[in-house]
């Protein structure tokens, strides 16, 4: 099992942390986050619905921006600009 | 569809435990005893899960995400847990009972609080989190929390670690030879055993106190509600006052500098994560209501243990030489996850019954008729039930570096909650809330683990990250 983080084509960046539980999903958002430029875009998808919690208030206490929120299929999706 | 199906196996699940329930009162209403544990365990299953309610996020997430989401949590329902039990006790209706502490406490602590770090969830987590689906967290309790623990209490691997003091104040206490064969047996009855027990309220300091104010002042109001208020305003302080004061200077258009503006920043931080706070304030209530309804029951069958109960139906090879099973009468985790281990060893013919712990204290009594157990369950199948509701159950099998963190922590679990005889409910949570100081102790220690497995898993995330951005 291992984590993916890639930059795609359109600038944008992809966290994908599908099978990880507490507290490897917030650990690599979190450093995700602080290695992309401020107004960039991170997806990030994980299905550990006990991590969503703390990543919605570590982006609201540091001033990013959670743009979308979606589950689907046991994934929890979120859009993330970097503040 | 989906959403049809979970709730479909929310029902069934329900129902399941309604008719195991019907059938317990059936085979003999003692057994209500055992359905209450059940029932109350169902309850905390599905607040654990609503309120992502785990000690390990509590200071893990602060010392991660800088997210002080868990920690409030915790103290709100501390704070509302002390003030039942100081009910409780003034009106003789408490089984709490405070436990020897010293060093031993904070090492245990210490232990406890790595292990919940890199298992992912304390012990009452790891149960909700096993209902979520969640195989890391059922290794960690499996492997962990009942295999290794009960291998802990039994084996002698530690006798020379042992001062020949222990040796001989624990042969000293008139224990039976054949209780007393384990390494943790020499050291429950050589040096825990001799440690002081403090409850507030019984101290020379507060005792004296008129009525039942001695309850509220000195176990509640000086043990948690201070401390618990204190901990919150620098929590506020070191992690959301600056981002508070900025965003409403924003907002206002002026400097918020005022006592109101520090107010409000603090009930921000309480509200930041409602389902958390409100989990916090019910869990607090639930527990104290918990304590009620064991001693009502004790009460009514005119027993102090289930064990009596379970003598008195011909199941003494259940219970320990004292007549006693492990009954703790509130909220409690780690202890009867060890009797299942102990039990599943004793099926592959090792002898459990040789130790303190399991001969002397808590006996072995078959799951089925194991009331802790059965709150251990009910945590499990209430969670199962509020995540199949959420749709947010999925079936996650433990894959590659996960298997490695699970069992690690689990056995660190496992090994930390045998020393101050508690984990973070037992040691930490209802201690605190009872007057017990030691409890503080112990949630030191893992404050201070928990520091410890971040500083790790920050470590080790940090090449990872590496190697993944070298493809840039």
């Known amino acids: ?83 | 569809m989906e959403e049809k199906k979970n709730q479909m196996w929310a029902f069934a699940i329900t129902g399941l435990l309604i008719i195991i329930s019907m059938l317990y009162y059936q085979a003999n209403p003692y057994y209500m005893y055992v359905v209450a544990y059940i029932w109350f365990g169902f309850a905390y299953g599905m607040m654990l899960q609503y309120g992502r309610f785990c000690f390990a996020s509590a200071s893990r997430d602060l010392f991660a995400a800088g997210v002080p989401r868990m920690a409030v949590g915790i103290l709100v329902a501390l704070i509302f847990f002390s003030l039942i039990q100081a009910t409780l006790a003034s009106t003789d209706m408490s089984t709490f009972h405070p436990a020897p502490f010293g060093l031993h406490t904070l090492i245990a602590g210490l232990i406890f609080g790595v292990g919940m770090v890199l298992s992912g969830g304390c012990a009452s987590g790891s149960l909700y989190k096993i209902g979520e689906g969640n195989g890391t967290s059922f290794l960690a309790a499996f492997f962990g929390l009942c295999i290794g623990q009960a291998i802990f209490v039994d084996v002698t691997w530690f006798n020379g670690l042992m001062p020949q003091s222990w040796f001989d104040n624990a042969m000293s206490k008139g224990i039976p030879a054949a209780q007393m064969t384990s390494s943790f047996d020499i050291y429950l009855a050589g040096y825990v055993w001799d440690q002081p027990v403090v409850q507030l309220s019984k101290t020379a300091a507060f005792s004296g106190l008129p009525g039942i104010s001695k309850y509220f002042i000195a176990d509640s109001l000086i043990n948690a509600l201070i401390p618990a208020v204190l901990l919150l305003i620098t929590i506020y302080y070191f992690y959301t006052r600056k981002g508070f004061l900025k965003k409403r200077a924003k907002a206002t258009g002026g400097a918020a500098t005022g006592f109101r503006d520090e107010l409000a920043g603090i009930w921000s931080m309480i509200m930041a994560s409602k389902r958390t706070t409100l989990m916090g304030f019910i869990i607090g209530i639930v527990a104290g209501l918990h304590i009620f309804v064991m001693k009502g029951m004790q009460i009514k069958f005119g027993i102090s243990n289930f064990g009596e109960l379970l003598t008195r139906m011909g199941h003494s090879a259940d219970t320990s030489i004292k007549g006693t099973v492990f009954d703790p009468g509130y909220w409690y985790i780690t202890s009867q996850e060890g009797q299942f281990g102990g039990w599943i060893l004793e099926k592959f013919g090792w002898n459990m019954h040789d130790n303190i712990f399991f001969g002397l204290n808590n006996g072995l009594p078959e799951p089925h008729r194991n009331p802790a157990l059965w709150m251990s369950s009910g945590i499990i199948f209430g969670a199962m039930v509020m995540a199949r509701l959420s749709n947010e159950f999925k079936l996650k099998l433990p894959k590659g570096e996960l298997i490695v963190w699970g069992l690690m922590g689990g056995i660190l679990m496992g090994v930390g909650s045998r020393p101050a005889l508690g984990c973070n409910i037992g040691a930490f949570f209802i201690r605190v809330a009872g007057g017990d100081p030691s409890g503080w102790l112990y949630g030191l220690g893992m404050v201070t683990g928990a520091f410890f497995g971040v500083k790790f898993f920050n470590w080790w995330s940090d090449r990872k990250m590496a190697k993944e951005m070298a493809n840039f």
């Open chain 1, 1 to 83: 099992m291992a984590m993916k983080f890639e930059k795609n084509a359109d600038g944008t960046y992809m966290l994908d942390v599908c099978g990880y539980v507490c507290p490897h999903p917030q650990i690599y958002c979190k450093k995700s986050i602080e290695k992309i430029q401020e107004g960039e875009i991170l997806n990030m998808v994980f299905d550990n619905p006990s991590s969503a919690e703390t990543i919605k208030q570590m982006l609201d206490q540091a001033g990013h921006d959670l743009m979308e929120e979606k589950k689907e299929a046991g994934k929890i999706i979120f859009k993330i600009k970097k503040g």
